[in-house]
């Protein structure tokens, strides 16, 4: 029996696809990331090598206004999209993923078709980073058990912060770039995610989601 050609295809791009570093610069924040054209520009020389490509499907999409800081419009656009990945003798593999983007012109779309394409091509691969942290790497002092339940006591100040669903899904939306997440809220005066107080919570999101 005849090995289905799209997973050795597969397994060829992913052992030759290397580290994807962060090689760009959001000139605003300050922040280095990796653009969706640094993914297309590793990964085409390979899958033209491997034959196998890529067919898009939009499942969803839906637009909304928003308002910048500035009061500018801002249209928001988020798309769930279906790619097929094909190989030459016709067998597939399928990925959904969803992008989001915003923009003051005609480009939101766009932004978003180009985030769900770069989180497909970096899951299905498993395009490895150079933010991958060993656990030995991090080192925690843990105060003693009746020292932190009093620390952990709820005041008035922690009804403020928001819940651990929203710090969840504040990673979540930044497809799980800790150093992007991190960037942003040194902007806003945070240190740690679960300081962040609610007031400031959208417009954190907001800014992450552009930046992703």
């Given at each position: 029996?005849?090995?289905?050609?799209?997973?050795?295809a597969i397994n060829g791009i992913m052992s030759e696809i290397g580290v994807i570093g962060k090689g760009k610069k959001n000139q605003?924040?300050?922040?280095?990331?990796?653009?969706v054209d640094d993914v297309m520009n590793a990964l085409q020389p390979l899958l033209i090598k491997y034959g196998v490509f890529a067919?898009?499907?939009?499942?969803?999409?839906?637009?909304?206004?928003?308002?910048?800081?500035?009061?500018?419009?801002?249209?928001?656009?988020?798309?769930?999209?279906?790619?097929?990945?094909?190989?030459?003798?016709?067998?597939?593999?399928?990925?959904?993923?969803?992008?989001?983007?915003?923009?003051?012109?005609?480009?939101?779309?766009?932004?978003?078709?180009?985030?769900?394409?770069?989180?497909?091509?970096?899951?299905?691969?498993?395009?490895?980073?150079?933010?991958?942290?060993?656990?030995?790497?991090?080192?925690?002092?843990?105060?003693?058990?009746?020292?932190?339940?009093?620390?952990?006591?709820?005041?008035?100040?922690?009804?403020?912060?928001?819940?651990?669903?929203?710090?969840?899904?504040?990673?979540?939306?930044?497809?799980?770039?800790?150093?992007?997440?991190?960037?942003?809220?040194?902007?806003?005066?945070?240190?740690?995610?679960?300081?962040?107080?609610?007031?400031?919570?959208?417009?954190?999101?907001?800014?992450?989601?552009?930046?992703?």
């Open positions: 029996m005849s090995e289905t050609k799209i997973y050795s605003t924040q300050g922040f280095m990331y990796r653009g067919v898009p499907e939009i499942l969803e999409h839906t637009r909304e206004e928003r308002t910048s800081k500035q009061g500018a419009a801002l249209i928001y656009s988020v798309c769930r999209i279906k790619y097929t990945f094909y190989a030459e003798d016709g067998s597939s593999v399928t990925a959904v993923t969803i992008g989001e983007g915003m923009d003051s012109g005609d480009k939101s779309g766009n932004k978003a078709m180009a985030i769900a394409f770069k989180y497909a091509c970096f899951q299905l691969f498993c395009i490895p980073t150079e933010d991958i942290k060993d656990p030995d790497a991090d080192a925690h002092e843990v105060t003693p058990h009746k020292e932190r339940s009093a620390v952990m006591k709820p005041d008035a100040a922690a009804l403020d912060t928001i819940s651990a669903a929203q710090v969840k899904r504040m990673f979540a939306v930044s497809g799980e770039n800790a150093d992007l997440c991190r960037d942003i809220l040194r902007k806003y005066g945070y240190e740690k995610s679960t300081d962040v107080k609610k007031a400031h919570y959208e417009a954190i999101c907001a800014e992450i989601r552009q930046s992703a």
